[in-house]
């Protein structure tokens, strides 16, 4: 079956810090990844997607690249700020079933300092 | 812009209790999901509905049951509540996912539900 794997937390960085949070995938098929993000208190918001191979993904700053050779999708981010700390999740979906359901990795907390 | 509205959003029940969760979505769409989230274990699909009249089971379905009278409503029922069933609960929903970006699935604010 589907699987994510990414890295455990907590992460803590200071502000302006470079950010990188590894997610690795096992899937049947070309399924598209996702990175979503939970502030405290909040419900899942998307932050980036990939639907193909080499495809990469951005949006306030975060990136990622789908691998396909390696599986990966790691997320990145040159200079984080306190405004990012929060829990994120890397996904893929699976269309099979006529469902389009999401496996989701454990989710990395990250913790922005000044 | 209410998006997905989730009632109640704390709960505190009693073993063997009952009580139902409700999800509204006001984005038209076809798709509706229960997952929860625990600690150590992101979140998993509990059920899934792909339009108004249909359910289907998840990866965690057992102890709940769902409903889906209304294409904006998804209910989640807890028959009879075991102390196992303490988490997180969160809906969310979708587009068919035919087209570009329809299969985003966008999530509600969730319920904190302790099982004494």
């Known amino acids: 079956g589907n699987s994510v794997t990414q890295m455990e937390g907590p992460v803590t960085l200071s502000e302006e810090a470079f950010l990188t949070i590894n997610c690795t995938y096992t899937?049947?098929?070309?399924?598209?990844l996702f990175w979503y993000v939970q502030y405290p208190g909040e419900g899942l918001q998307l932050l980036l997607k990939?639907?193909?191979?080499?495809d990469k993904g951005s949006n306030k700053g975060f990136e990622a690249t789908y691998r396909k050779e390696t599986t990966s999708f790691h997320l990145e981010k040159g200079s984080v700020q306190v405004s990012d700390s929060a829990v994120y999740f890397c996904?893929?979906?699976?269309?099979?079933?006529?469902?389009?359901?999401?496996?989701f990795g454990t989710g990395t907390q990250l913790k922005v300092e000044l | 812009n209410a998006g997905v509205t989730q009632t109640p959003k704390f709960r505190v029940l009693k073993t063997g209790q009952s009580m139902t969760l409700l999800c509204a979505q006001d984005?038209?769409?076809?798709?509706m999901y229960w997952y929860r989230q625990d600690p150590g274990m992101g979140l998993r699909l509990i059920h899934y509905?792909?339009?108004?009249?249909?359910?289907a089971k998840g990866e965690v379905p057992d102890g709940y049951n769902v409903s889906r009278l209304k294409k904006q409503n998804f209910l989640l029922g807890l028959e009879s509540a075991a102390p196992s069933q303490t988490s997180v609960y969160f809906c969310?929903?979708?587009?068919?996912?035919?087209?570009?970006?329809?299969?985003?699935?966008?999530f509600g604010a969730g319920t904190r539900l302790s099982v004494l």
């Open positions: 969310a929903s979708s587009y068919y996912p035919g087209y570009l970006n329809n299969d985003i699935q966008y």
């Open positions: 899937a049947t098929g070309y399924p598209s």
């Open positions: 990939a639907t193909k191979a080499d």
């Open positions: 996904a893929l979906s699976d269309l099979g079933g006529g469902g389009n359901k999401l496996t």
């Open positions: 984005m038209n769409h076809e798709y």
């Open positions: 509905s792909v339009g108004e009249g249909t359910t």
